[in-house]
């Protein structure tokens, strides 16, 4: 049984379940590309520097950057299709309807996980965003180009971990009402 | 707030694993029950101001430039699952040894091996073994034991062969040169490809009608198609020897080899004129779907080992192990190979990997053993581990593809003289450490 939960082709376990998770499924796969993005680049500056000699300031950093929202959007774009690896041996062989309380259960401590993480990556944030004496300015990432990247990757991570507080709340409405209609 | 720091490591260290284990067979996903653990702890050990440790983990670890080669191979190998490199890799190795018992067998570990040196994830290439060579040995009437053991064993390869994103994960948390680290898991690799390629011919010497030689017929109608052998072997190889060359060279990060190796791959697709923008979009997806399902089990289990660390959990580890082996060398190497295995059972590998890596690798350091050697036998660890019950994700991947009378019970059994194999390689890598060194 747990065969059919990990087999890759299976896609009837993907499907995204609702508005939200559909937006991430289409936005996730849009901005795949940008995987191929940081291959053009990375590629460009290796011909640069032993073609030309001339090795760029803003390759690195910027695949780094693409990359790296690209990592934590994954998250919730695994969340969205249901891609996050589990052990599904009991989880498996247990009846449907218990299968529905371990869900609501699993939906629960998502919640309490991003919440924390809210909180904790919106103080990530603001200090990327604010100096400690108040004023406005962008955390940058010190090289010789210093771009502000450091404070985008921060606020880009806090708004992933609110939009997955949503994908959590959303599939716990979704799984309360299912067990209720069942009933 | 709770105050878990009165209750000392030890019964705090317990209280975790309990936590993790009780979560993980709820079925809740990894990537957020050690988040989740990591965020509990570190409140009731520190407060809540600590939750400000798990996310600044998460940032430094989405921001590392390394683990951008991660993505990279893991597009190489979705470009080649979607091209017809493989079909006509598989087509000009027909030529070897077709006329002994085991031809087409080793046929496919020539394959797997050649395929495993252009990618460097578990899954895909079994997938691709499992349409292309296991249904060709079995309609030739090779043992299905024998025939299975072959696809998902060599397809597995593909994590221990460089470039391998085990490799690359161990040469993260570990902090060694994961150049150092293909270099030295090369000969242990093909070492171990060699033990499978003996065994298939001794066993179909012993037993020769469990693995046929292909009719007069089936070898004319092979002669008679028409492979292009420039086409099918030359730029797919003349890939696998730039990335690995400017890996080994050091003319180029891991990052820019890989990708060189998507770029090749791309250029390969493009001669053979099977280069679409619908194959690139969707090589991009594919790797969209894995990346983020791998990541998260990273960000996770380093925000535990962070939080962790912080709690003096990883001094009290080594504590442990050190008190329980007596500070003994390969008794400590031992039972890190336990604590390996069993977790191996219940965890992914990217998990195993950066919740443990942290906390043996600066034992093994300490103990005056080399890092480099460690990570191949962390490597082998973790191949004995993809194909044994009952989370062997290389069985359910062929699962997926195998004729529906293949059960997953018959695929385990298969696999046990595979895993034996393994193991005898994990033997002498451990005992002889030049097998892995001997470039130094």
New interface residues.
Partial sequence: M??EK?????ELDHQPRNWLDKIIFKL??A???F??F??VI??Y??VMR?AFNAPTIWV?ET???V????????????LA?N??????????SVLDRT?NF?NV??HI??L??TA??I???Y??AESAFYAPWGEPRLETSGSAWDPAF?AY??LI?LMVFVIMFFQFLFHLIQDLVGIRGRK | MFELSALGIGWVSLMMLTLMIALLITGMQLAFVTGLVAVVFAVGWFGPDAVGVVSSRVYSFVGSYVFLAVPMFVMMAALLDRSGIAVDLFDAMKKVGRKIHGGVGVQTLLVAVILASMSGVIGGEIVLLGILALPQMLRLGYDKKLAIGITAAGGALGTMLPPSIVLIIYGLTANVSIGDLFKASFLPAFMLAMFYVIYVLVYSKLYPDKAPIPSDEELAADDAKNVNYVRALFFPLLTVVFVLGSIYGGIASVTEASALGVVGIVISAAIRKELTWMVLKESAQATMRTCGMIIWIGIGATALVGVYNLMGGIDFVEQLILSLSGGNAMLTVLIMMLILFILGMFLDWVGVALLTMPIFVPIIIGLGMDPIWFGVVFCLNMQVSFLSPPFGPAAFYLKSVAPKDISLGLIFKSLIPFIIMQVIALSLVVAFPQLALWWK
């Fill in positions: 747990s065969a990990n087999n890759p082709l299976n996730g796969d901005a795949s590309i995987y191929l940081t291959v990375t590629f500056e290796i032993y690195h695949a780094t950057f990359g790296g929202i690209l990592f934590v959007l994954g998250g919730s774009y695994a299709t891609r996050h690896v589990r052990i599904v041996l009991l989880y498996d299968q371990l259960f699993h401590m998502g309490i996980f924390s993480l909180y904790a990556s103080y990530m450091p990757t921060k991570i």
